[in-house]
């Protein structure tokens, strides 16, 4: 039986980014096959690690591929005037409450695959514990940070 | 106040010394093994200190600090300056070092800390200053005008360990553990360098007496690490004190080392009422505190012992100093009977994977290992039993977790808490299962407080309660 999910989905072109970041993955497995490759013709290294990177690497990005409409579908976050709430996973699901007045500070940051697609990752500090969105549009990303720090001055400071 | 720079006291030149010295200490010490030319080892080793006395000198020449009734400033580094301002109001927690060498020169050593993040030191230290500038200090932080006499503070509630609740502490306390290992390890590396022959000498000896020379040497190391482990508790918690001033409250304790730490009340986190089997037994209860503060490192798992051993009647003592504790500290009902079986289940899982290879590649004497599995069968019961949490009223949960042979009830404001995570596998789904984790600041970091296999409705509710 599956739970009726609420909130927000990521935005759809986060399915990309995955999809571009397992596709990086895969050049990256490919590039250390090849270097054992190179090993094993130059410097006399056996074969199989060639060939174990390579398995592991076609496993790894299958699996990477494979996922991305789960990892899309139990994406959710929400974002109310007291809390923020964020829930991933369908085989591991888990499900987070921060109270917006415990939030200590909120880094908005963006590799080279989330800026070409103009999307960015929330970072969520709290006294304790970091949190992450993996990520929001600019404009979600920015409201959100205002809205802490509005807050964050109301609430004051009492959690040292 | 005049506000010239002052300097710290002269004993603050060896102090820094013996600093410098611990860093080499440990290469020298090894270097005396293994070269044959002591003479040469010697010498190298006096110019090493030679050098680190100049070092220790120049830090204590560029070292000053200067306070009026806002602030404290301290100025160091010759090479690389820095200047540290720390403004009275913003000091959490005041922790003052005496060693007994430091008492017949009334001088201390005093660690500030504000409620920072960024490092993992305290924000000001003096490693050595007079006994009398260290009471000023802490009249300036306690936020009051200072007086030129040293005032005793006047305490609102005090409490003071006894010795037969002093022994008590130190006999149910298994931090003997971790210095038997040590001793092991110790063991271990001192073997290493005694010659080979030695150790063949030592082997023909094994051979005639052979496991009863085993035996009695484990139970002397045994014996030699559950001594160590006492005295070592005795010593730190000697003449231990707890008193509360105002909104603040302060620990002393120790007897080489005499150790104060003066904390405000806002920085509790939480209050932890620790038992662990032995003292379940007897009736016993450790309470300690959760503390945003790094200076309560080498405390019991990093928290500030707060009445190292009490009757578990006498939990409203508890009560006098954290006014948010309650007066009476009851038991959250238990875990479901689902819960419970999954937490005995994985024990037991554990064990097995444990116990496997030992089976099957070291027979005869591998089947020892079988005794693994009963242990950890008990270990996962005793968890099984005492784990849980209940809501105590809109403000406060109390939560019961178990692992190990030993219990923690935790008391947790909601405005500590600082994220609630709900966690569940698909396998737990179908059996309403779920993971609760409170995470709480400790320290500069995170601790993590969590219920394992809790039955949905219940997780669920707290949930809410914790979102309201």
Redesign the interface.
Known sequence: ?LRVIKGEALPTKMKTVWRISAIGSLLIGLIIAAGCQFAHIHFGWWVWPAWVCLLVTIIDVAMEFAIVPYRYRFWRYRISD??V?IESG??????????IN?I?NVTLKAGPILQLVKLQTVQIE????T?EIEALLPETAEELKQRIMVLAMEAG???? | MKTTKRRLHLLAIIVFWVRYLGWVSIPLILSFFKDSNYVETLLIAAGFAGALLLLALFKYGWYFYTFDDQMLTIYSGLLFRKTRQIPFKRIQTVQTNQWFFLKPFGATSVKLETSGKSDNDAEGELPVISQQVADQLQQLVNGNPVQTMTVVPVADDSYSINWSDLNRYALTSMGIVPILLGLLWLYGKLSERLSSQLVGEAVQVYAHYGVLILIVIVVVILLIGMLAGYVMIIQRYYHFRLSKQEDRLVTEKGLFQRNQISTTLTRIQAVAFRQTVIRQLLHLVSVQLILASEATKKEDQNNLVMLPVIQQAQTKLAHQFVDWVPNNVSQPPRLSGKGQWSLIRNALLISLIVTAPFVIWLRPLGYLALLVIPIGGLMGWYAAINCGITQLDDERVSVLAGHHFQRDLYIIPKRKVQSLVLRQSILMKRRQLVHLEINVRQGNSNQSISVRYLSQPVAEAIYQWYRA
């Open positions: 039986m007291d809390d709430e369908f085989f591991f699901h888990r499900q987070t409450a921060i109270p415990r200590q709290t006294a304790a514990t949190h400071n009492e959690n040292d």
